[in-house]
């Protein structure tokens, strides 16, 4: 029976209404009222966004998810003369999405799009996600490089190639990893050379491609006679097909489909570029700044995508649990069982909220973002609104990436054991869930990388001013805020926050080995001398602990969020309650490791 993944989901209708912050995202897009688009208040605007998510949400829990087996079984498509041409499932889900007009949701109104704000795209996004992975993956690299276009590309090229993606003649991808550089970009063969006419001829290769054979691509490649390393890379953009003399021509070629343990439904390429023609996008030698963008853009739809995979396996696990009878009960009769399944929901739960509240932030600095490329002076209260914006999704990308991948994986695995020897069997779609989970865990940088990304954005912050991290830490004493701290839930995140600062510190020393006598004075200048703590040596020390500190501020983030709901309405006081009472005895096991290592 097909569901709706809005109007079905408690959970959802409450984050749609209370966590996403529609008082600041709703102005940025709608300036006055009444609007061009013919809204006039921002109560219309949020009912007509929330209408389309309820339609994205049947379509999702429809056609989507009753086609995703059959997606996987027959996989992606073929290549044919150097094109990918999709299979009969994949085109139908193209078909579906010109027709919903779900591809043009955030691309601008004058180029045919509805505009609507990022997160109303992200939360049709997750949907799709928890229908079948391959096909929100396939159908998020049409909007990704339409704001990839929108934001770096020639306003001639924007406005030539966004019509054509928006009614599905095009779509694109990241040409980013080689087979000797997957996270070391830095060291990329691919080559550029300037033509009198100002293009560029791309030599080269690139190897697992998302949606390789989309029709263009934005690459990343090396002048001839660039600096090495990441300071020497530039962005091109690259089109699959040309017309030179009047004639069309292949411009670059496609050469493998990779066949994969999971994500069978999307196109995994090898592009092969031999003196194809391209344009540099932006000034030379910073390709990797502006890919950067993508890829943290990326990063937030991988812990949408994990959010979309935890919902799908955990609703298929409850599903089966409340049909199926062991020894005389339901399985959620037996109290091993319902308590498993108690602690999976509430980490699901609870990364939702993190998710939903990252998209208020994200949406926000992409909006703003956008003005300033375009050349938009910010007025005092946006560039505020920017500076806090860009803060928290910096913050929170490498952890909701990480901390949504290892979820998935983890619940999914669970997901198999829940359904016992059924759920080793593919007619059942927890192998599905399973296989594909394997996929937001390694692309768009590993766990690994995020954790070190993590890190090293903690140990900025506190090496800015080493002294006011470690006095602070005293004013962070949850008995020094006792009478300040104002509900309970923000009284244990203190707490929470506070063990964290107390073991983390405790770390620093042991592994970065500052002056650490700070009676005599030569030692305590030693102290608080950021240089002393960033010996090269000790920091490669402190990476081996990099995943449980990326850990643990996942874990304080998302309590954070869970202690804002509940200051805003009780009845989410007992998800903060379930999380603190799941994660607690993983932060002491974390300390634990840190102190014995």
Not at 137 to 158: H, N, P, Y
Not at 395 to 417: C, D, N, W
Not at 560 to 566: F, P, S, T
Request: net charge negative; with cysteine; charged share 25%.
């Amino acid at each position: 029976m097909a569901k709706n993944y809005y109007t079905d989901e408690k959970e959802w209708k409450w984050l749609f209404k209370n966590a996403i912050d529609w008082d600041k995202i709703v102005p940025l897009y709608y300036p006055e009222f009444p609007s061009a688009d013919g809204f006039n208040n921002k109560e219309e605007v949020v009912a007509f966004i929330e209408e389309m998510i309820t339609a994205t949400g049947e379509w999702a829990g429809g056609p989507v998810t009753e086609r995703a087996r059959k997606l996987d079984e027959l996989g992606s498509g073929t290549i044919e003369n150097g094109y990918t041409i999709p299979s009969e499932p994949l085109q139908a889900l193209y078909d579906e999405a010109k027709e919903l007009q779900i591809i043009g949701l955030s691309a601008p109104t004058e180029l045919g799009g509805m505009g609507a704000p990022v997160a109303a795209n992200l939360l049709a996004f997750t949907q799709l996600n928890r229908a079948c992975i391959s096909s929100a993956t396939q159908l998020g690299f049409f909007t990704s490089i339409i704001d990839m276009l929108e934001r770096f590309a020639d306003k001639e090229d924007a406005e030539r190639l966004i019509p054509q993606i928006i009614s599905g003649e095009l779509s694109g991808s990241m040409c980013l990893t080689e087979a000797g550089a997957g996270s070391d970009l830095g060291s990329i063969k691919t080559t550029a050379t300037e033509q009198e006419d100002g293009t560029y001829l791309l030599n080269g290769a690139k190897i697992f491609i998302t949606n390789g054979g989309g029709g263009l691509g934005f690459v990343l490649a090396r002048i001839k006679g660039a600096p090495e390393g990441l300071h020497g890379i530039s962005l091109f953009l690259c089109e699959q097909t040309i017309e030179e003399n009047g004639e069309k021509k292949r411009n670059y070629e496609i050469t493998k489909n990779e066949h994969k343990m999971g994500l069978h439904g999307s196109f995994t390429c090898e592009v092969v570029y031999e003196n194809s023609k391209a344009k540099l996008i932006g000034k030379p030698h910073n390709g990797f700044r502006y890919m950067l963008h993508l890829m943290n853009e990326a990063r937030i739809a991988v812990g949408l995508q994990s959010l979309g995979g935890i919902e799908a396996c955990l609703s298929y696990a409850k599903n089966y649990a409340l049909e199926r009878e062991q020894f005389g009960k339901n399985l959620m009769d037996h109290p091993l069982y319902a308590r498993n399944m108690h602690d999976w929901e509430t980490e699901r739960d609870a990364f939702r909220a993190l998710m939903v509240d990252t998209l208020t932030h994200f949406d926000i600095y992409q909006k703003l973002d956008l003005f300033k490329r375009h050349g938009k002076e910010l007025t005092a209260e946006q560039e505020k609104m920017y500076k806090n914006a860009k803060k928290w999704t910096r913050r929170r990308t490498p952890l909701v990436k990480m901390y949504g991948a290892e979820t998935f994986t983890h619940l999914s695995q669970r997901a198999i054991q829940a359904l016992g020897g059924y759920g080793f069997i593919e007619e059942y779609d927890v192998s599905r869930f399973h296989r594909d989970s394997f996929a937001p865990l390694l692309y768009e940088g590993t766990s690994q990388i995020q954790a070190l990304m993590a890190m090293k954005d903690l140990m900025k912050f506190i090496m800015r001013n080493p002294a006011k991290y470690f006095t602070g830490l005293v004013n962070a004493n949850p008995i020094a805020n006792f009478f300040g701290a104002g509900s309970e839930e923000e009284s244990k995140f203190n707490s929470v926050q506070y063990e964290f600062k107390k073991n983390f510190v405790r770390l620093l020393i042991k592994t970065l080995k500052p002056g650490t006598n700070v009676s005599d004075p030569a030692e305590a200048k030693s102290f608080f001398n950021a240089k002393e703590w960033l010996k090269e040596e000790n920091v490669m020390k402190l990476t081996i602990h990099a995943e449980t500190i990326a850990l643990a501020l996942a874990y304080q983030e998302t309590l954070r969020v869970l202690a804002k709901h509940a200051a805003k309405d009780d009845s989410r006081k007992e998800l903060f309650a379930n999380y603190h009472k799941l994660v607690a005895p993983r932060l002491q096991s974390i300390y634990e490791d840190w102190r014995h290592w």
